[in-house]
């Protein structure tokens, strides 16, 4: 003989709490669908565009982890050879090189350079070209573009020659901040400054300064020495050396110095072949048939004495 056991019923104040709970957390979720659908409702863009946003930012996750696997691979490259080859078939090919702005510099060793470059026009490195160009001793700077469809253009800024640089077995030419641009035959050299002596072409730029102290005096000097890698002997076109003292505020108060007096008493049209300013205050100079120097202006102190 079966028999059923009937659980006992709930009591009243279970059941009343129960729905007290239940209507407690229908409160709270319509309380925060409320609060977050005022927070979407202040964004700019629809619920669906967010949701858009959100695809697109997980798809543009992957597709970067994508590309970083792709790399370690060499997909990359490979893909750059195919455009390089697409682009080819298509007439994308350096096939002309347009030269600008070269005077004195030797055209074929940019064309040679940037025959280099004959290749598809994407994969023309424009960096390296321009790092190439640079070198050449004439390039001051470069620039270089493509001209789509087969084209470069090459802008070429030249040094300006300045001087000649006199070395043990030729004379090459230099510009204003002692950079050697090609090697200048003897007679030519003539034609420019000469700058002589050890060391002396990094000087040349503080020489440009100097001679720009006095520069009615300037025009008139031929030739520039370092001598003994502290001072100048500067030689004018008469032949007449004069030689400065050290230091760049003593030999430039010294030249303009002389230019005064040279304006005066016309040095440079004298008997005297040398001049000398080392000692200050005073400039000796030296005169054929004299076995003394004859020093023309002297301290106020040795005046007073004698």
Request: proline share 6%.
């Amino acid at each position: 003989m079966s028999q059923t056991i009937k659980r006992k019923a709930r009591g009243v104040r279970r059941a009343a709490a129960a729905q007290g709970k239940a209507q407690r957390a229908r409160q709270a979720k319509a309380r925060t669908g409320s609060v977050l659908g005022w927070l979407l409702g202040l964004l700019p863009f629809t619920e669906d565009q967010l949701q858009r946003v959100f695809l697109a930012m997980i798809l543009g996750g992957a597709a970067v982890l994508a590309w970083f696997v792709a790399s370690m691979a060499g997909v990359p490259a490979m893909a750059s050879q195919q455009i390089g080859a697409l682009s080819a078939d298509a007439g994308f090919t350096v096939r002309t090189i347009e030269l600008r702005g070269t005077e004195r510099l030797n055209e074929d060793k940019v064309y040679q350079l940037a025959l280099g470059q004959q290749r598809p026009m994407p994969l023309v490195d424009l960096d390296q070209l321009r790092g190439e160009l640079l070198e050449l001793s004439w390039v001051k700077d470069a620039r270089v573009s493509r001209r789509l469809p087969d084209s470069l253009v090459i802008d070429i800024v030249e040094r300006k020659p300045h001087a000649v640089l006199r070395k043990p077995d030729r004379h090459v030419l230099i510009d204003a901040t002692g950079r050697e641009l090609e090697p200048i035959s003897t007679g030519n050299a003539q034609a420019w400054l000469i700058v002589g002596g050890p060391g002396a072409a990094p000087q040349v730029p503080a020489l440009v300064k100097l001679l720009e102290a006095a520069p009615a005096l300037a025009e008139k000097i031929d030739g520039a020495d370092w001598i003994g890698n502290r001072r100048w002997n500067l030689t004018f076109e008469t032949g007449q050396v004069l030689a400065l003292p050290e230091g760049e505020p003593e030999a430039g108060a010294a030249l303009v110095e002389f230019a005064r007096l040279e304006g005066m008493n016309q040095l440079l049209d004298g008997q005297a072949t040398a001049f000398d300013m080392r000692v200050k205050d005073r400039i000796t100079m030296r005169i054929p048939g004299r076995s003394e120097p004859k020093p023309i202006v002297e301290p106020e102190s040795t005046s007073d004495g004698e």
